[in-house]
């Protein structure tokens, strides 16, 4: 058995979980030899370890859920869900987010050095699934000697997450809030994230990912990836909302490819302002990630036939009216499956214009769901 | 009786009709406070539909199981026997397909508590015959043209439609409108006159459900995969 050391790396101003010889076997039957997760925590764990909570990040993500981030110089992006007196309240509860593996904030991702041959990964980076990323999260989660999470919080990919961690280790958690997501990815989806990373692989500067060697980056790949990926996480009208026809710093329009409209000028600065956070790479692999989880047709076998005991666990899917990346008729088949075997499930749709994104802005019944589901719950477990 | 002490006095009478450590579901269970009652005086398991977004959103803040969702199309979902008691209280009046909505009650529950406002009241037949129009009353407050009740029956057309569909009634419960309660199938002639609100517990003849014991758990269901 392999130790679990567990450092504070200052400049990422976060914990990291360090596993030598740990030979983490993949999903694809690759392994890694030495595993780093990099996390942070909020909040305490109570004397009983009841009430860990693990957020789980979208896409693109990190461990930073609140409170600084510095690789942006900015708040966490759930602080306004996450934090004192906030609705997931780490005065009450033991918050843990960690980078997903693949990953470019700190955990063995694309970006960091293979110890077995001292270079970079790059495109020699195994492929990873959801599942490779919840094995490495329940690894973390034993070196915390947390026997039982009390819930497993996450939105999009976080959801997906979520979801997998109550097929695969559901005598592990108490409940699981999935929020925007769904049991596969869509050929729509798929589509979507294909035209991404061809973005980012036809940049000249890409070199099959070995872009580091060069000391570049295929900036303009990623940025136009992530300026399609933002068209769909927004909304028609949210977007006609925002922004309308209505023309950038100036009266008329030029006749010519600049941005003459705010909502180009918005994705272009979408798009500039991801390629400083993150790593294309680490884009490729995630997304791929995503396109690969599929539990469309097993989901209810593996729930009703499951090794370890799941009917404890308590279930909140949740919807967004506007999401067309992963709209309402996706979650309603986890309800459904899960209401066909009698599991304890509840479900809302949230009404909103916002799109996908709903989830991290500003939606106060989603708030008071979250707030109040875990609540009520953790007092019905602590009684 | 107003509206709400009559629901009140409903779910009184209906905790009276279930049995201790069951399993519920409720159909338009509002924020939960029906699901409360029976969690906390009959320690029973409870799961919940609802279809106002608001409702739904509060009764799953306290840590109900529950549903946001439509009961005539998402009732489908759940298997067969999945309950023991499934309770739909005043809103059958306003389902499109009554008939169907019964049959799938008593398909997931082995037994349904149904109640409704019985239109063969003496005060809405007194209405619609003296005045000539659409009776509006405590128990059915709308006008005609805004109302959710779309469906109107009397007791007697109720106790055809079980009959026809080979439901037994197990037990059932009247109220005047002053909230006197009596035993509906022991009562006398005018029991559709004086009825104002009544409360069935119904049950399929003859059904037996298929419990196949497992090494693991009991699969509770009319079919199960045989691997």
Redesign the interface.
Known sequence: MSDIKIKTDNTLECSVAIINNANFSLESGEKIKNLKIAFKTFGKLNSKKTNAILVCHALTGDQYVTGHNPITGKDGWWSRMVGPNKPIDTNKFFVICSNVIGGCAGSTGPKEINEENKSIYGGDFPSVTIKDMVKAQSILIDGLNITKLFSVVGGSMGAMQALQWSIDFPEKISNIIHIAGALKHSAQNIAFHEVGRQAIMSDPVWKKGRYFNYNERPERGLSVARMIAHITYLSEDAMHRKFGRKLQSRDIISFGFDADFQVESYLRYQGKSFVDRFDANSYLYLTRAMDYFDYDEKFKRKIEFSQNPN?HI?Y?IVSFSSDWLFPTQES?II??DL????R????????TDKGHDSFLLDEP?LD??I???LL??F??INE | MNRISSIRKDWKLIETLIDENRSILDIGCGDGMLMEQLEKNLNATTHGIELDRDLASKAIAKGFNVIHGDAELDLSQYSNNSFDYVILSQTLQAMMKPKEILSELLRIGSKAIVSFPNFGHWKIRFQLLVSGRMPVTESLPYTWYDTPNIHFFTIKDFLKLCSDMNIIVEKSIGLTSRGKQFDISESFAGVNFFTHEAIFLLSYKNFEPIKIKSTKEIFNKNSVIVS
């Open positions: 009917n308590k909140l309603k309800v459904n209401n066909n075997l009698s304890k499930v509840s479900f809302l749709e949230i009404e019944q008071n769901l707030n109040g589901f009520s719950n007092e019905e």
